[in-house]
């Protein structure tokens, strides 16, 4: 009866969590979930149901959890998570589901073998993975089926390994063509990538390379993270020396939760995936995002800021030390070194907490405005390149925080490692006849390679475009930039703002007629 008086919302999101990392991810998601919502999952009588009393945290549990059985003695519905759980070794499987959180995902939604990948995308793809692709296929049409208005569907996955690369591409190629692509359900993924000093895997370059293909063509937005970013975040948060697994994960959670969160709770400025989607890709195959959290700051280093302070959150979700992939966001241009400046193309901030939209504005606005310290990464082509949403609901754990997400030119620095490693491999042709002996030819290694080279060549042209294709900082003075006028489309609409910009433009009023109405 709650539920009925405030209404269903209607965007589902499937989640799919392939391979130990992927799960190990999804997981993490799933208890930050709980945890917010309020859903008990430590009590076995009583596992699935909400124990809260803000029932705003029950409205709109639908979007990742469906309804099991309702309990008549404490007349309570249980809730079932909405997840997929995939991997090629059931005993990394059994070690998510075995604990009290594991004990509320559906049995039928966990789905394995034991014949394993070994570490290679070709065996994961072309062999072992068919049989267990055809089975969650199944399991994506019941859980579609069982929706009012899927929104979206969403991977954690790592591309480093076998499972989350080569099972990863055959569930994305499946689940996409049986979605249609003309549909208007979002797909995108949150990846594990290689990283500079944490890979501890032979065949990751290859891996890699082919998994970014898949996210290329299957995907509508991927949201990049890496081991070694993730480290040095949680040694700084949680000040720890050795950081665990889980504690990177919930890094991962934290970002996964604060971009959902405008579609689990209300708030002044909400989202949905579409709109989150139309801000953040300007661009067609540029659709790799590195996300950023903020506070990200330890026990006692959070005695030092004022909480709730937007400026404070807004520097913060800016430094290099915040960001989850190994990058420099604002990264300076060295032309003697052929290095570019960084650009944001666009970006997108989600804010949780009593902020004002008016004043979460005006620091947006005042970030990439003209003249301002951001203004040099923000080019002067896309207007107003920071959308935003606002949700009052608190994180549970941080509290008053900011997801920040950019579609960011310096992702090349990710793609430029992974080159590089690919590179040294192929010139003396190890390990290739690994994917040979699975399917996957020569060429086919290097038509991959290609088309990640083909991803950061994209980047670097976007970040090389000039920012002014009309330039009025000279007081009296309206030139056209010669050196952004690439096409005879671009100097005709130059022309046209030139003489736009040069007219007296102003409104007409005139006074109200007096007489009946």
């Given at each position: 009866e709650r539920i009925g008086v405030l209404g269903r919302s209607g965007r589902e999101i499937i989640q799919i969590a392939v391979?130990?990392?992927?799960?190990?991810?999804?997981?993490?998601?799933i208890r930050d979930l709980v945890e917010e919502h309020q859903v008990?999952?430590?009590?076995?009588?009583?596992?699935?149901t909400f124990m809260g009393t803000d029932y705003s945290r029950e409205a709109h549990l639908d979007v990742f959890f469906n309804e099991g059985q309702y309990n008549k003695e404490l007349r309570q519905m249980r809730w079932v998570p909405?997840?997929?759980?995939?991997?090629?070794?059931?005993?990394d499987l059994a070690s998510?589901?075995?604990g009290p959180l594991g004990a509320m995902y559906r049995p039928e939604n966990i789905v394995g073998n034991d014949e394993g990948s070994g570490n290679c995308y070709a065996k994961a793809f072309h062999t072992e993975g068919v049989d267990v692709a055809d089975s969650v296929l199944d399991l994506v049409r019941r859980e579609a089926e069982r929706c009012n208005c899927m929104q979206g569907v969403q991977f954690t996955h790592s591309i480093t390994g076998g499972t989350g690369s080569g099972l990863s591409g055959l569930l994305m190629k499946t689940i996409r063509d049986y979605l249609d692509r003309g549909s208007k359900c979002i797909m995108q993924s949150f990846?594990?990538?290689?990283?500079?000093?944490?890979?501890?895997?032979?065949l990751e370059p290859y891996n890699a390379a082919l998994a970014y293909q898949d996210l290329l063509e299957y995907m509508d937005q991927c949201f990049l993270y890496d081991n070694s970013a993730l480290e040095n975040i949680v040694q700084k948060s949680c000040g720890v020396d050795v950081p665990k697994r889980q504690q990177m994960n919930n890094i991962v959670a934290l970002c996964m939760s604060?971009?959902?969160?405008?579609?689990?709770?209300?708030?002044?400025?909400?989202?949905?995936?579409?709109?989150?989607?139309?801000?953040?890709?300007?661009?067609?195959?540029?659709h790799f995002l590195i996300s950023s959290f903020a506070p990200l700051s330890s026990e006692a280093g959070n005695a030092f800021r004022k909480e709730g302070c937007v400026l404070d959150l807004a520097q913060q979700m800016l430094m290099k030390d915040n960001v989850t992939v190994k990058c420099d966001p604002l990264r300076p241009a060295d032309p003697q070194n052929d290095i570019n400046r960084a650009r944001i193309l666009a970006s997108w901030a989600s804010w949780r907490g009593s902020f004002k939209t008016q004043e979460v504005d005006r620091i947006l606005y005042d970030m990439s405005k003209s003249g301002s310290r951001f203004d040099s990464f923000y080019p002067d082509w896309i207007p107003n390149p920071i959308a935003s949403n606002i949700c009052v609901q608190e994180h549970v754990e941080r509290k008053q925080s900011v997801v920040y997400v950019a579609n960011n030119t310096a992702v090349t620095e990710v793609f430029d490692y992974n080159l590089s490693n690919w590179d040294k491999m192929m010139s003396r042709k190890s390990h290739l006849h690994y994917f040979e002996q699975d399917g996957i030819s020569v060429d086919d290694m290097k038509e991959s390679r290609g088309i990640m080279h083909y991803?950061?060549?994209?980047?670097?042209?976007?970040?090389r475009r000039e920012d002014k294709i009309v330039d009025n900082s000279d007081p009296g003075r309206i030139t056209i930039n010669d050196r952004a006028i690439e096409n005879a489309d671009h100097e005709e609409l130059a022309k046209e703002m030139k003489e736009l910009m040069m007219d007296d433009m102003h409104l007409k009023t005139e006074a109200p007629r007096l007489g009946r109405i």
């Amino acid at each position: 009866e709650r539920i009925g008086v405030l209404g269903r919302s209607g965007r589902e999101i499937i989640q799919i969590a392939v391979g130990r990392a992927g799960c190990g991810m999804g997981h993490e998601f799933i208890r930050d979930l709980v945890e917010e919502h309020q859903v008990n999952y430590l009590n076995e009588d009583l596992r699935g149901t909400f124990m809260g009393t803000d029932y705003s945290r029950e409205a709109h549990l639908d979007v990742f959890f469906n309804e099991g059985q309702y309990n008549k003695e404490l007349r309570q519905m249980r809730w079932v998570p909405r997840a997929i759980l995939v991997d090629l070794n059931m005993l990394d499987l059994a070690s998510i589901t075995s604990g009290p959180l594991g004990a509320m995902y559906r049995p039928e939604n966990i789905v394995g073998n034991d014949e394993g990948s070994g570490n290679c995308y070709a065996k994961a793809f072309h062999t072992e993975g068919v049989d267990v692709a055809d089975s969650v296929l199944d399991l994506v049409r019941r859980e579609a089926e069982r929706c009012n208005c899927m929104q979206g569907v969403q991977f954690t996955h790592s591309i480093t390994g076998g499972t989350g690369s080569g099972l990863s591409g055959l569930l994305m190629k499946t689940i996409r063509d049986y979605l249609d692509r003309g549909s208007k359900c979002i797909m995108q993924s949150f990846s594990l990538v290689p990283g500079p000093g944490a890979g501890d895997m032979v065949l990751e370059p290859y891996n890699a390379a082919l998994a970014y293909q898949d996210l290329l063509e299957y995907m509508d937005q991927c949201f990049l993270y890496d081991n070694s970013a993730l480290e040095n975040i949680v040694q700084k948060s949680c000040g720890v020396d050795v950081p665990k697994r889980q504690q990177m994960n919930n890094i991962v959670a934290l970002c996964m939760s604060g971009l959902t969160s405008g579609l689990r709770f209300k708030g002044p400025l909400n989202a949905d995936l579409w709109k989150m989607h139309s801000s953040l890709v300007p661009f067609k195959n540029a659709h790799f995002l590195i996300s950023s959290f903020a506070p990200l700051s330890s026990e006692a280093g959070n005695a030092f800021r004022k909480e709730g302070c937007v400026l404070d959150l807004a520097q913060q979700m800016l430094m290099k030390d915040n960001v989850t992939v190994k990058c420099d966001p604002l990264r300076p241009a060295d032309p003697q070194n052929d290095i570019n400046r960084a650009r944001i193309l666009a970006s997108w901030a989600s804010w949780r907490g009593s902020f004002k939209t008016q004043e979460v504005d005006r620091i947006l606005y005042d970030m990439s405005k003209s003249g301002s310290r951001f203004d040099s990464f923000y080019p002067d082509w896309i207007p107003n390149p920071i959308a935003s949403n606002i949700c009052v609901q608190e994180h549970v754990e941080r509290k008053q925080s900011v997801v920040y997400v950019a579609n960011n030119t310096a992702v090349t620095e990710v793609f430029d490692y992974n080159l590089s490693n690919w590179d040294k491999m192929m010139s003396r042709k190890s390990h290739l006849h690994y994917f040979e002996q699975d399917g996957i030819s020569v060429d086919d290694m290097k038509e991959s390679r290609g088309i990640m080279h083909y991803i950061r060549e994209w980047y670097s042209e976007l970040g090389r475009r000039e920012d002014k294709i009309v330039d009025n900082s000279d007081p009296g003075r309206i030139t056209i930039n010669d050196r952004a006028i690439e096409n005879a489309d671009h100097e005709e609409l130059a022309k046209e703002m030139k003489e736009l910009m040069m007219d007296d433009m102003h409104l007409k009023t005139e006074a109200p007629r007096l007489g009946r109405i």
